[in-house]
């Protein structure tokens, strides 16, 4: 059975950091891609990065880009996602989805049960 835990959210200030951890089991980590996707509150799920099954290649949201780094380890099954410069706009709840095939796409087969992250003074 495919499990997906995530953890590493909380609650901070605006222009602070945190990073996501995804631990991954059930499945062979190392051959797929790994997305994060989002939800903010009262919105639809919004996609914020993937990197392929290497770890070699990663695509980011303009919204996030240049202030957020996907990144995994496979020898230790986990993905990461590493926020900084956060904004109120950032808040929402953080889910790792596996895809299906080792290239990020949308088509994601397994999700976690998300971690919440609020930003606010």
């Known amino acids: 059975e495919v499990q997906l835990v995530e953890s590493g959210g909380g609650l901070v200030q605006p222009g602070g950091s945190l990073t996501l951890s995804c631990a991954a089991s059930?499945?062979?980590?190392?051959?797929?891609?790994m997305s994060w996707v989002r939800q903010a509150p009262g919105k639809g799920l919004e996609w914020v990065s993937g990197?392929?099954?290497?770890?070699?290649?990663?695509s980011y949201a303009d919204s996030v880009k240049g202030r957020f780094t996907i990144s995994r380890v496979n020898a230790k099954r986990t993905l990461y996602l590493q926020m900084n410069s956060l904004k109120p706009e950032d808040t929402a709840v953080y889910y790792c989805?596996?895809?299906?095939?080792?290239?990020?796409?949308?088509?994601?087969?397994?999700w976690g049960q998300g971690t919440p992250v609020s930003v606010s003074s």
């Open positions: 990197i392929n099954s290497g770890g070699g290649s990663t």
């Open positions: 989805a596996k895809d299906v095939g080792s290239w990020y796409s949308s088509a994601l087969d397994a």
């Open positions: 059930g499945f062979t980590f190392s051959s797929y891609a």
